[in-house]
């Protein structure tokens, strides 16, 4: 693995892994790419001609595997990514190696703190939550059902993974393995060289605009004490990933094209526009009412509005990036504040900005 202090509390990692199991996730979730924004996007066409040409490509039962752990809605696979982060793998082969031997319980831990862990456990509690649950079934069920806010179906998926985890980790493993083998192979040395290539572009962005370019990345205040590792993903594109690695220590994936859409508009009308996309939505006017009584995080936003984690996060995204609502750590639990005076100044001015 390469590792690349960039500013003194930001430091760049390059693992060919992290890229591997991003093309999971958009081969699978593409569509999503495509409405998780009100932005018109130019996608980048070689990455959907690979999309289309390796979905003709896989067998059925592949493709079935790759939704049920690439899903939207449950994430299972990308938790690996925290996994690279940690143990510093540099290539998919000593990684498929070091997944063959990791324990499920840890596998678990890494997925509900990746996208679950709304309560802020810290990573004892979490390994003895996980503990539990693989040895209670029922106690399985009324967690899942509880606490996690996804569709039925997917509710069902998720606790096979406890009810059932060495099968579910050897699926794993195998599509890992099949998947590199026959697909991504082919494409590694190309994939590799624009990654880095885009990793340069990644560490002058953050030499040159430290404070835009990461409270765009982070959605809050920048605070230059705070430990924070980026790479740079081909296949997230615009998109980006992030992570808490069970310390004060943040990642993120990042999409090459992150900045095009993430970094301040300068023209009136423009952004204009987005203000209003913004508030034009019953579900973030509903999340805008919930934060005017007192901030809430993520956990009880969606159980008051009995919406996903992913539908939520995605709402909360638009929010933030229009600066109508900030995000305040405490411990390990992220809440979201809305500033009701906040949102009149940007909106007037940005209707003055437009009229002059």
Not at 136 to 141: L, T, V
Not at 260 to 273: I, Q, Y
Request: glycine content about 2%.
């Amino acid at each position: 693995m390469i590792i690349i202090k960039i500013i003194d509390n930001i430091e760049l990692i390059h693992s060919e892994a992290l890229d591997f199991l991003g093309s999971l996730f958009r081969l699978n979730c593409d569509k999503d790419f495509f409405t998780s924004s009100d932005e018109k996007r130019e996608f980048n066409k070689d990455i959907l001609d690979w999309i289309y040409k390796s979905k003709e490509e896989l067998p059925e039962e592949i493709n079935k595997q790759i939704n049920t752990f690439f899903n939207k809605e449950t994430f299972y696979g990308m938790c690996l990514v925290t996994e690279i982060v940690k143990t510093k793998l540099s290539d998919i082969e000593a990684f498929l190696v070091h997944i063959k031997k990791l324990e499920v319980s840890r596998i678990l831990s890494s997925f509900l703190s990746s996208g679950f862990n709304l309560d802020g456990m810290n990573i004892s509690e979490m390994n003895s939550l996980v503990k539990t649950l693989l040895k209670d079934e029922k106690k399985a069920i009324d967690f899942i059902n509880n606490n996690i806010c996804i569709d039925s179906d997917k509710k069902w998926e998720l606790l096979q993974f406890f009810i059932n985890p060495y099968k579910m980790k050897n699926d794993l493993v195998n599509l890992l393995e099949w998947y590199y083998k026959n697909m991504y192979i082919k494409i590694l040395p190309e994939i590799n060289k624009k990654v880095l290539n885009y990793e340069e572009e990644l560490i002058h962005d953050i030499e040159i605009n430290t404070k835009e370019y990461m409270e765009a990345l982070t959605r809050r205040n920048y605070d230059s004490t705070s430990e924070i590792y980026v790479s740079a993903s081909y296949f997230y594109e615009f998109a980006y990933l992030r992570s808490s690695l069970f310390t004060d220590a943040e990642y993120y994936l990042i999409g090459y094209r992150f900045k095009e859409l993430n970094l301040k508009d300068s023209e009136a009308l423009a952004s204009l526009l987005k203000i209003l996309k913004a508030i034009g939505d019953e579900t973030r006017l509903n999340i805008l009412k919930l934060l005017n009584e007192k901030p809430l995080y993520g956990k009880e936003i969606a159980q008051n509005l009995k919406l996903s984690n992913s539908t939520i996060s995605y709402h909360l995204n638009s929010l933030i990036y229009n600066n109508f609502i900030t995000e305040n750590k405490v411990d390990n639990k992220i809440y979201y504040n809305f500033n009701s005076e906040n949102m009149k100044k940007i909106v007037c001015d940005a209707v003055d900005k437009m009229l002059k």
